[in-house]
């Protein structure tokens, strides 16, 4: 019987065990709280909804029910353990920031966490009255927009102030969204103080400039300013806490756009005003024939956007040859807006000696602060063109004839001195003849050498000082990235690229072809390439070119242009 008892104890001891252990160990249903910092609260404030799970399992809350009447603005969670008298307990806290969607008796439904779920909360948000608004203003928008009637594509300045009474931790503030407007930030937010209704406020102040794109009406919506007040903290409680987060709007500003007037010049632009200037890259006195100089025009329409401005062109008596770059906008902030800019420039060339004139230019558009049309003159250029230095007409030989009278001393001999007696001298005078005709011969002989020569060096001398005024000339278009201007005077340099430059400088020459391609590439491909000509790389391999050639060919008389290191 003992025996017994004693197996029957020994086979159910891990069942008392189990038992013992079980029964030490507390219960993990989970217990679900919810509650509110406040209650009742006012529009456009934020209420913290606070959730504490007991013994929380894996489950995450699902927070789906609480969107329908609530913004959830931020949301936070913590974990909590707790030892007393040995037994342990946990819990995990979850804050919300909710923004009500509505005024009146809201409710804050259960939230639903694995198989349990929270209590609901009646939330009651009032209505803010504007006595209540007037009294106690901590924390309000300005909004002023001028003028109120403009015009289509003239500008309108949008002035946004926050009025800030009380301490915020953090703060976001919309930005005006609108179709058919375009709309330009003016500058950095300006901040400062100022006294209303004899409370001291901070001013965070910014500004737009809208230009809209249509006439008819226009509303500027409500701007939205969101922020959290100043961080709570407790003496006990040694973590600071989020205050609530208010949210402030502005009214919504409405406005009518007027169309363009018929009245009003072609084509259409409204500035307050427009400004315009014309500079020459050299004195206009001192042009000589061949050379490029540049005109830059500029035009500055102030309280307008640089697109609405014209592609400014100068027109000429039509024997100027005109190359002309691609303009370019550009939009500046100013204190009273946008000021929008268009530069352009224009290279002649004038073919020869003369005076070539440039006609003034002239630009209409409407004064809004004078509401009328007016008209923007820029006024024109005379080009005094003087003649290319070196070169100069060769003076024409005279008659081979003249010159065979006059060098043959002979010649007039002969025929001036007749034979007594025809018979008797018939053997000396076709002698006489003979040699007159030699000495003839001989003259005009020496004469077409002298002649030939003369026109060799003058062709030597002429293509040298060429050489020299194409290098200079080069060189100051280069370093000024004037890449029209050198287009035009390697089109004049073709022809004194030598054969035997050709043939002894091979590499320096595919070099130098490369650089005109990347040039004309430059100049009149679809698209500008972003990166800027290098003018530099162009004229380097323009003199690389002729020192080869010169190092290559040292004796020979093949004239060559000197170099402008």
Not at 31 to 49: G, L
Not at 136 to 158: C, F, G, I, M, R
Not at 491 to 496: I, K, Q, R, T, V
């Amino acid at each position: 019987m003992k025996n017994y008892k004693k197996i029957f104890l020994f086979n159910h001891i891990p069942v008392f065990f189990l038992l013992w252990i079980l029964s030490s160990v507390p219960a993990f249903s989970a217990t679900i709280t919810a509650q509110v910092d406040r209650n009742p609260v006012t529009e456009n404030e934020s209420v913290t909804y606070t959730l504490i799970i007991e013994n929380p399992g894996r489950e995450e809350p699902d927070w789906t029910p609480l969107e329908e009447q609530f913004e959830i603005l931020n949301r936070s969670s913590s974990t909590n353990m707790q030892v007393i008298n040995g037994s342990t307990s946990y819990s995990r806290r979850y804050q919300l920031s909710l923004m009500p969607k509505t005024t009146g008796l809201l409710q804050i439904p259960p939230i639903q966490v694995g198989k349990e779920r929270s209590n609901g909360i009646e939330l009651i948000v009032k209505l803010a009255t504007s006595q209540q608004n007037e009294k106690d203003k901590n924390l309000y928008l300005e909004v002023e927009a001028t003028p109120n009637d403009p015009y289509v594509h003239s500008q309108v300045l949008l002035s946004v102030r926050l009025f800030i009474g009380l301490p915020l931790s953090q703060g976001a503030l919309s930005e005006p969204t609108m179709d058919d407007v375009t709309i330009k930030k003016l500058g950095e937010d300006k901040q400062y103080t100022t006294t209303r209704g004899a409370r001291n406020y901070q001013v965070i102040e910014r500004r737009y400039a809208l230009f809209p794109e249509k006439p008819g009406s226009m509303t500027i919506p409500s701007i939205r300013f969101e922020g959290t007040v100043g961080s709570r903290n407790s003496f006990f409680d040694p973590f600071s806490q989020r205050g609530p987060t208010k949210r402030v709007h502005s009214a919504p500003i409405q406005f009518t756009i007027r169309p363009i007037p018929e009245n009003a010049p072609a084509p259409w632009l409204a500035a307050r005003e427009l400004k315009g200037s014309l500079d020459w890259s050299a004195p206009l006195e001192k042009i000589q024939a061949g050379t490029p100089v540049t005109a830059t025009i500029r035009l500055t329409a102030q309280n307008s956007l640089a697109k609405f401005l014209p592609d400014p062109q100068l027109q000429s008596d039509g024997k100027l040859r005109t190359y002309s770059d691609q303009p370019q906008w550009k939009d500046t902030s100013t204190s009273q807006g946008i000021s929008g800019t268009v530069e352009k420039k224009i290279t002649f060339i004038a073919p020869g000696e003369g005076t070539y004139s440039i006609a003034p230019l002239t630009i209409s558009y409407w004064n809004i602060q004078k509401d009328a049309p007016e008209t923007l003159t820029i006024k024109g250029a005379d080009l005094q063109v003087l003649p290319t230095p070196g070169v100069q007409e060769s003076t024409p030989p005279k008659e081979e004839a003249s010159s065979i009278q006059a060098n043959s001393p002979s010649a007039p001999a002969t025929l001036a001195v007749a034979p007594r007696s025809w018979k008797e001298h018939e053997y000396w005078f076709w002698i006489s003849c003979l040699l007159a005709t030699g000495w003839a011969a001989t003259g005009l002989f020496l004469l077409r050498s002298k002649k030939r020569i003369s026109q060799v060096t003058r062709s030597k001398e002429h293509s040298k000082s060429s050489n020299d005024k194409l290098g200079r000339q080069l060189k100051q278009v280069c370093q000024q990235g004037d890449a029209e201007a050198a287009r035009q005077l390697l089109g004049e340099e073709a022809d004194l690229i030598t054969p035997a430059m050709k043939e002894t400088a091979s590499q320096e020459l595919a070099e130098y072809k490369r650089q005109k391609t990347l040039l004309n590439r430059y100049l009149y491909s679809a698209t500008r390439p972003e990166q800027p000509w290098d003018g530099d790389a162009l004229y380097k391999s323009w003199v690389a070119l002729r020192k080869a050639s010169l190092h290559k060919h040292q004796n020979t008389k093949e004239p060559l242009a000197e170099l402008y290191d």
